[in-house]
Structures are given as structure tokens and as C-alpha cells.
């Protein structure tokens, strides 16, 4: 993701800590008194201009949301828009999301959105996918027993490996789908290269799967 730098983004974050924050570890385990109501919380890792998760918390006011981006020239976009149009169960985090079990407690998210994440194509590069096992162990880590991955992509190759990923952590599919679009399902909300690459004619894959029981 290029982008323009914005030399103002940091000290415009830290004036509006009311919807954002840059240090995630002062409320790993108390997300909840970020929020007007104790809710599930879902978060979406890699959110860039936070789109998706804006749109999300307003259709579904009965979840609380946490947007989570290491980009702060992508995150500030996402502020400037909650600050015009504020909206009580969504949050910003500015924070990398290798490190999530610094930030959150054990039990406390409920679902994560992966969207669009950057496919590292090269075999070398195979650990920094998000949805490489040591990733997986993370999420399952700071997740309810019954917590879930909802992930879309149009790389065919990264939708490919992350089936593969899941399946031998020994996670379950909810749903499945090698072109979302042309699917049935209902209530799909669009992040904004999901939007680009409809437009140009690209396939979405997208997946919902489940954690196996923590032993």
C-alpha cells in the first residue's frame, strides 16, 4: 500500500484518543471500557483506510469493533471519518498485528477479519502471511472457544494456501466460496479494494472458519 505521507497523522491520533489509540498494552483485557456497551468484540487486522469496519459497525450496532492498521497515514483516514460521524462500538488501534497477544487478553475477541492481506507470494516470505500458523496460534490465543476467521482476498494462491493453513491447525469451515460476487450470499459488506477489484472483474474467495477447542 502506497501512501501519501501525512506528517500531521500521529498528533492528530493522539488528540482524538477518545476513538483511537496507539498503546494497545494499557488495555489488553479492558477493551470493553473502551466502548458504551460490553458487546462481542470483532477485529480486523490490516484495515488500511477502515472502510470495511466503519460500515460494519454501523449495520451491526449490537458488536463492538476494533480496527487495527500499522499504517497511521491509512488509520488517520479512518479517524477523520469517525470524528465527523462518530460511532460508539468502534474503536482504532494503531499497532502491529504480529503482536496481538500483547494487546488483548485470552477470551476477549469474539471474530477476526482478514481482508486483502498481503499475499507474500515468495515461499521465503511464508511466515509473514496472516494466516501462517504462528498467526493462527495468536488469534487463537486471544480468541472465545467458539471464535472465528472471517477472510477475503482475490489471490487465488493465498486463498489456496490459507485453506491448507487452517485445515492442518485443525480449524473448520462455516462457509466457502471461489467467487463470492456471483455467490448467494447475503449481507456482504465491501472494503475498498474489494470495490477496485470487482470493478476491473477480479474474483473474491472468501472463507468462515472456526477454531478447534483449546485443549
Known amino acids: 500500500m502506497r501512501l501519501r ?5 500521529q498528533e492528530t491520533f493522539e488528540q482524538n484518543e477518545n476513538y483511537a489509540t496507539g498503546q494497545p498494552e494499557n488495555f489488553r483485557g ?4 473502551r466502548f458504551e456497551k460490553n ?7 490490516g484495515s488500511g483506510k477502515g472502510r470495511f469496519l466503519y460500515d460494519m459497525a454501523a449495520a451491526h450496532p449490537e458488536i463492538n469493533y476494533i480496527a487495527m492498521e500499522m499504517q497511521i497515514n491509512a488509520l488517520v483516514t479512518a479517524l477523520d471519518r469517525l470524528v465527523e460521524n462518530p460511532l460508539p ?13 500483547n494487546y488483548f487478553a485470552e477470551n476477549e475477541v469474539a471474530r477476526i477479519y482478514l481482508n486483502f492481506s498481503d499475499p507474500w507470494p515468495k515461499k521465503k516470505h511464508e511466515k509473514r502471511r496472516l494466516t501462517y500458523k504462528t498467526f493462527l496460534q495468536q488469534y487463537q490465543e486471544i480468541m472465545e472457544p467458539d471464535g472465528a476467521i472471517h477472510f477475503k482476498t ?6 489456496e494456501y490459507s485453506l491448507m493453513s487452517l485445515a492442518n491447525f485443525g480449524m473448520t469451515f462455516d462457509f466457502i466460496s471461489l467467487d463470492l460476487h456471483q455467490s448467494e450470499f447475503v449481507g456482504n459488506i465491501m472494503t475498498e479494494y ?15 472458519a472456526q477454531f478447534p477447542l483449546k485443549k
Open 30 to 33: 479492558k477493551w470493553q471500557s
Open 5 to 9: 505521507h501525512k506528517p500531521w497523522a
Open 154 to 159: 482475490d489471490n487465488q494462491g493465498l486463498f
Open 89 to 101: 462500538n468502534l474503536q482504532l488501534l494503531w499497532a502491529d498485528g504480529s503482536k496481538l497477544t
Open 194 to 208: 474489494e470495490e477496485r477489484f470487482a470493478q476491473q472483474g477480479k474474483r473474491i474467495y472468501r472463507l468462515e
Open 39 to 45: 458487546q462481542p468484540i470483532h477485529i480486523e487486522v
